[in-house]
Protein backbone atom coordinates (compact mmCIF):
# COMPACT_ATOMS: atom_id res chain seq x y z
CA UNK A 1 0.00 0.00 0.00
CA UNK A 2 1.50 3.11 -1.21
CA UNK A 3 1.37 6.26 1.44
CA UNK A 4 0.82 9.69 0.66
CA UNK A 5 1.97 12.80 2.35
CA UNK A 6 -1.47 13.12 3.72
CA UNK A 7 -1.21 9.86 5.23
CA UNK A 8 2.19 9.88 6.54
CA UNK A 9 0.82 13.51 8.18
CA UNK A 10 -2.11 11.18 10.16
CA UNK A 11 0.39 8.71 10.70
CA UNK A 12 3.31 11.45 12.83
CA UNK A 13 0.57 12.73 14.69
CA UNK A 14 -0.38 9.36 15.75
CA UNK A 15 3.23 8.61 16.76
CA UNK A 16 3.67 12.00 18.25
CA UNK A 17 0.71 11.71 20.73
CA UNK A 18 1.79 7.98 21.82
CA UNK A 19 4.82 8.90 22.38
CA UNK A 20 4.15 11.86 24.56
CA UNK A 21 1.75 9.97 26.30
CA UNK A 22 4.26 7.04 26.77
CA UNK A 23 7.11 9.91 28.00
CA UNK A 24 4.70 10.77 30.93
CA UNK A 25 4.58 7.81 32.39
CA UNK A 26 7.91 7.83 32.17
CA UNK A 27 8.36 10.98 33.71
CA UNK A 28 5.91 10.24 36.64
CA UNK A 29 8.22 6.70 37.27
CA UNK A 30 11.81 8.55 36.64
CA UNK A 31 13.85 9.07 39.92
CA UNK A 32 11.77 6.34 41.48
CA UNK A 33 12.36 2.60 42.58
CA UNK A 34 11.82 0.29 39.61
CA UNK A 35 11.76 -3.06 39.30
CA UNK A 36 13.97 -5.03 36.29
CA UNK A 37 15.26 -8.05 34.84
CA UNK A 38 17.90 -9.01 32.39
CA UNK A 39 17.10 -10.44 29.30
CA UNK A 40 19.08 -12.86 27.27
CA UNK A 41 19.60 -10.97 23.89
CA UNK A 42 22.25 -8.67 23.97
CA UNK A 43 25.69 -8.31 24.69
CA UNK A 44 26.23 -5.63 27.16
CA UNK A 45 23.87 -5.05 30.53
CA UNK A 46 22.58 -1.75 28.91
CA UNK A 47 21.20 -4.09 26.08
CA UNK A 48 20.40 -6.40 28.31
CA UNK A 49 18.27 -4.97 31.22
CA UNK A 50 14.63 -4.00 30.55
CA UNK A 51 11.71 -2.56 33.49
CA UNK A 52 8.15 -2.65 34.24
CA UNK A 53 8.59 0.65 32.89
CA UNK A 54 9.22 -0.39 29.10
CA UNK A 55 6.46 -2.64 29.00
CA UNK A 56 4.18 -0.63 30.13
CA UNK A 57 5.51 2.53 27.92
CA UNK A 58 4.79 0.20 24.82
CA UNK A 59 1.76 -0.88 25.93
CA UNK A 60 0.62 2.82 25.89
CA UNK A 61 2.19 3.24 22.51
CA UNK A 62 0.48 -0.31 21.23
CA UNK A 63 -2.65 1.60 22.19
CA UNK A 64 -2.31 4.24 19.66
CA UNK A 65 -0.64 2.68 16.77
CA UNK A 66 -2.17 -0.77 16.36
CA UNK A 67 -5.39 0.72 15.32
CA UNK A 68 -2.88 2.14 12.15
CA UNK A 69 -1.96 -1.26 11.18
CA UNK A 70 -5.36 -2.77 9.54
CA UNK A 71 -6.37 0.78 8.11
CA UNK A 72 -2.85 1.26 6.52
CA UNK A 73 -1.93 -2.36 6.36
CA UNK A 74 1.39 -1.71 8.56
CA UNK A 75 3.68 -4.32 10.21
CA UNK A 76 5.13 -3.77 13.17
CA UNK A 77 8.46 -3.89 15.06
CA UNK A 78 8.39 -3.42 18.75
CA UNK A 79 11.36 -4.16 20.90
CA UNK A 80 9.46 -5.83 23.87
CA UNK A 81 7.57 -8.01 21.54
CA UNK A 82 8.39 -11.43 19.15
CA UNK A 83 9.44 -10.47 15.93
CA UNK A 84 6.46 -11.21 13.74
CA UNK A 85 7.92 -11.10 10.81
CA UNK A 86 4.98 -8.90 9.11
CA UNK A 87 7.74 -6.38 8.32
CA UNK A 88 8.88 -8.09 5.30
CA UNK A 89 5.55 -8.98 4.32
CA UNK A 90 4.06 -4.83 4.45
CA UNK A 91 4.90 -2.56 2.50
CA UNK A 92 5.64 -0.12 6.00
CA UNK A 93 5.94 -1.27 9.49
CA UNK A 94 6.39 0.72 12.47
CA UNK A 95 9.60 -0.08 14.61
CA UNK A 96 8.70 0.90 18.36
CA UNK A 97 11.46 1.46 21.33
CA UNK A 98 9.53 2.28 24.30
CA UNK A 99 12.43 2.97 26.60
CA UNK A 100 15.69 3.29 24.84
CA UNK A 101 18.63 4.06 27.29
CA UNK A 102 16.70 2.01 29.90
CA UNK A 103 20.31 2.33 31.89
CA UNK A 104 20.18 6.08 31.92
CA UNK A 105 16.64 5.86 33.22
CA UNK A 106 17.86 3.33 36.33
CA UNK A 107 20.53 5.42 37.33
CA UNK A 108 18.15 8.39 37.07
CA UNK A 109 20.51 10.93 34.08
CA UNK A 110 20.10 12.18 31.10
CA UNK A 111 19.83 9.70 27.78
CA UNK A 112 16.81 8.11 27.29
CA UNK A 113 13.96 8.37 25.61
CA UNK A 114 10.80 7.45 23.40
CA UNK A 115 11.48 6.40 19.83
CA UNK A 116 9.26 5.29 17.26
CA UNK A 117 10.01 4.92 13.63
CA UNK A 118 7.76 3.82 10.37
CA UNK A 119 10.13 2.03 7.61
CA UNK A 120 9.36 0.78 4.47
CA UNK A 121 10.29 -2.58 3.39
CA UNK A 122 13.15 -1.73 2.00
CA UNK A 123 14.40 -0.34 5.11
CA UNK A 124 13.41 3.59 4.11
CA UNK A 125 12.77 5.60 7.35
CA UNK A 126 9.66 8.00 6.73
CA UNK A 127 8.36 9.00 10.28
CA UNK A 128 10.61 9.43 13.29
CA UNK A 129 9.63 10.49 16.38
CA UNK A 130 11.35 10.35 19.59
CA UNK A 131 10.57 12.25 22.68
CA UNK A 132 12.84 12.91 25.86
CA UNK A 133 11.18 12.97 28.74
CA UNK A 134 14.40 14.37 31.27
CA UNK A 135 14.35 17.44 29.10
CA UNK A 136 10.77 17.17 28.03
CA UNK A 137 11.48 17.65 24.05
CA UNK A 138 9.74 16.31 21.05
CA UNK A 139 11.40 16.09 17.93
CA UNK A 140 9.47 14.26 14.45
CA UNK A 141 10.35 14.18 10.65
CA UNK A 142 8.54 13.20 8.12
CA UNK A 143 10.27 12.60 4.76
CA UNK A 144 8.94 14.61 2.41
CA UNK A 145 7.62 17.21 4.89
CA UNK A 146 10.11 18.20 7.29
CA UNK A 147 11.99 18.04 10.47
CA UNK A 148 10.54 19.80 14.31
CA UNK A 149 11.67 20.05 17.65
CA UNK A 150 8.92 20.61 20.34
CA UNK A 151 6.43 20.74 17.31
CA UNK A 152 8.10 23.69 15.33
CA UNK A 153 9.89 23.52 12.59
CA UNK A 154 13.93 22.86 12.98
CA UNK A 155 16.40 23.81 11.07
CA UNK A 156 19.87 23.22 13.07
CA UNK A 157 23.14 24.40 11.66
CA UNK A 158 25.01 21.60 10.92
CA UNK A 159 27.81 23.07 8.48
CA UNK A 160 30.60 23.16 10.84
CA UNK A 161 33.03 20.14 10.65
CA UNK A 162 36.47 21.09 12.80
CA UNK A 163 37.54 19.59 15.66
CA UNK A 164 34.54 17.56 16.00
CA UNK A 165 33.77 15.64 19.64
CA UNK A 166 32.38 11.81 19.60
CA UNK A 167 29.16 11.30 21.68
CA UNK A 168 28.25 8.47 23.49
CA UNK A 169 27.32 9.34 27.39
CA UNK A 170 23.25 8.13 26.46
CA UNK A 171 21.04 5.59 24.70
CA UNK A 172 21.26 5.20 21.02
CA UNK A 173 18.53 7.31 20.40
CA UNK A 174 19.68 10.49 22.53
CA UNK A 175 23.19 10.10 21.15
CA UNK A 176 21.74 10.79 17.67
CA UNK A 177 19.84 13.63 19.07
CA UNK A 178 22.96 15.16 21.06
CA UNK A 179 25.04 14.91 17.72
CA UNK A 180 22.44 17.29 15.57
CA UNK A 181 22.47 19.71 19.14
CA UNK A 182 25.97 19.55 19.54
CA UNK A 183 27.58 19.77 16.32
CA UNK A 184 30.17 19.04 15.00
CA UNK A 185 30.08 16.08 16.31
CA UNK A 186 29.31 12.38 15.59
CA UNK A 187 28.17 9.16 17.03
CA UNK A 188 29.20 5.38 16.29
CA UNK A 189 29.12 1.87 17.03
CA UNK A 190 32.15 -0.48 15.64
CA UNK A 191 30.86 -4.06 13.66
CA UNK A 192 31.18 -7.12 16.31
CA UNK A 193 30.71 -10.67 15.71
CA UNK A 194 27.85 -10.87 18.43
CA UNK A 195 24.45 -9.73 18.44
CA UNK A 196 24.01 -6.26 19.48
CA UNK A 197 25.06 -2.89 18.55
CA UNK A 198 21.91 -2.36 18.66
CA UNK A 199 18.69 -2.96 16.95
CA UNK A 200 16.75 -1.34 14.04
CA UNK A 201 14.26 0.17 16.60
CA UNK A 202 17.27 1.98 18.41
CA UNK A 203 17.95 3.71 15.14
CA UNK A 204 14.94 4.21 12.21
CA UNK A 205 13.18 6.94 13.82
CA UNK A 206 16.99 8.92 14.22
CA UNK A 207 17.70 8.01 11.17
CA UNK A 208 14.59 9.79 9.22
CA UNK A 209 15.75 12.95 11.46
CA UNK A 210 19.05 12.74 10.19
CA UNK A 211 17.55 12.02 6.49
CA UNK A 212 15.67 15.15 6.80
CA UNK A 213 17.84 17.76 8.05
CA UNK A 214 20.31 16.56 5.23
CA UNK A 215 22.61 15.21 8.15
CA UNK A 216 24.74 12.04 7.72
CA UNK A 217 23.50 8.82 8.78
CA UNK A 218 25.31 5.17 7.21
CA UNK A 219 26.83 2.37 8.35
CA UNK A 220 30.31 2.50 9.68
CA UNK A 221 32.07 2.25 6.14
CA UNK A 222 29.66 5.02 5.35
CA UNK A 223 26.85 2.69 3.11
CA UNK A 224 22.86 3.14 4.07
CA UNK A 225 22.05 1.46 6.81
CA UNK A 226 20.10 -1.62 6.89
CA UNK A 227 16.67 -1.12 8.56
CA UNK A 228 14.87 -4.23 7.50
CA UNK A 229 17.79 -7.09 7.63
CA UNK A 230 15.90 -10.40 7.20
CA UNK A 231 18.83 -12.05 8.93
CA UNK A 232 18.47 -9.92 11.71
CA UNK A 233 17.00 -7.04 13.05
CA UNK A 234 20.17 -6.14 14.64
CA UNK A 235 23.32 -3.67 13.51
CA UNK A 236 25.72 -5.09 14.48
CA UNK A 237 27.11 -6.54 11.32
CA UNK A 238 28.06 -2.99 9.81
CA UNK A 239 27.84 -0.49 12.54
CA UNK A 240 26.20 2.75 12.73
CA UNK A 241 27.58 6.28 12.02
CA UNK A 242 25.47 9.70 12.84
CA UNK A 243 27.37 12.90 11.53
CA UNK A 244 26.35 16.39 11.78
CA UNK A 245 27.57 16.53 8.25
CA UNK A 246 29.30 14.47 5.81
CA UNK A 247 32.91 16.41 6.20
CA UNK A 248 32.57 15.37 9.77
CA UNK A 249 31.39 11.28 8.88
CA UNK A 250 34.36 11.64 6.31
CA UNK A 251 36.98 12.64 8.50
CA UNK A 252 35.66 10.30 11.40
CA UNK A 253 35.88 7.02 8.86
CA UNK A 254 39.71 8.13 7.71
CA UNK A 255 40.66 8.34 10.98
CA UNK A 256 39.13 4.84 11.84
CA UNK A 257 40.83 3.83 8.60
CA UNK A 258 37.09 2.94 7.29
CA UNK A 259 36.91 4.97 4.08
Known amino acids: MNLSLDDLDVLGKVAIKAAKQAGSLIEERAGSE ?6 ETGASLASQVVTEVDRMSQEIILEHVKPTCPKYDLGLLAEES ?7 KKDFFWSIDPVDGTLPFIESRE ?16 IGVIYDPFHKVLYHAIKGIGACRNEEQWHPDLSSY ?3 QELDRGGAVMNACWVLE ?16 GCVW ?9 ETL ?6 IYGHPLELNRKEAPYMNHKGVLFA ?10 KKEGRS
Not at 34 to 39: C, G, H
Not at 82 to 88: A, K, L, N, T
Not at 202 to 210: G, K, Q, R, V
Not at 246 to 251: C, F, T
Open 34 to 39: VSFEKK
Open 82 to 88: EDDCSRF
Open 111 to 126: GYAVSIGLVSKGGVPY
Open 162 to 164: ESY
Open 182 to 197: SAPSCFYKNPKSQNGG
Open 202 to 210: DYAASACLF
Open 214 to 219: GAWVSD
Open 244 to 253: SNENVAKNFM
